[in-house]
Nanobody, 116 residues
């Protein structure tokens, strides 16, 4: 069972930046991909960004041009999401996930609140 440790959420003013981190410590099997989804109140969970084990990235429409996902090369099971130029509509719970041989695992989520 993969355990995910998320950090970096919080309150920021519009135009500000946040960096989210997600780690899967102690994972001994290969993780095919890691990334982030977000879910705003009353809305569906949507992709923010993902990165594969070959460093291929994919971004949701809301993240393109404002977010960068990266992987810690030393800690292969750790990813970062740098979010810039944040807007109030980015307010949501951000969920980290991993895809591995046992399927998808979700983190507990971290709240990001952007004030206007």
């Amino acid at each position: 069972q993969v355990q995910l440790v998320e950090s970096g959420g919080g309150l920021v003013q519009a135009g500000g930046s946040l960096r989210l981190s997600c780690a899967a410590p102690g994972t001994i099997f290969s993780i095919y991909a890691m990334g982030w989804y977000r879910q705003a109140p009353g809305k569906q969970r949507v992709l923010v960004a993902s990165i594969t084990d070959t460093a291929s990235t994919n971004y949701g429409d809301s993240a393109k041009g404002r977010c960068t996902i990266s992987r810690d090369n030393a800690k292969k099971n750790t990813v970062y999401l740098q979010m810039n130029s944040l807007k109030p509509e980015d307010t949501a719970v951000y969920y980290c996930y991993t895809d591995g041989p046992y399927g998808r695992t979700w983190g507990q989520g971290t709240q990001v609140t952007v004030s206007s």
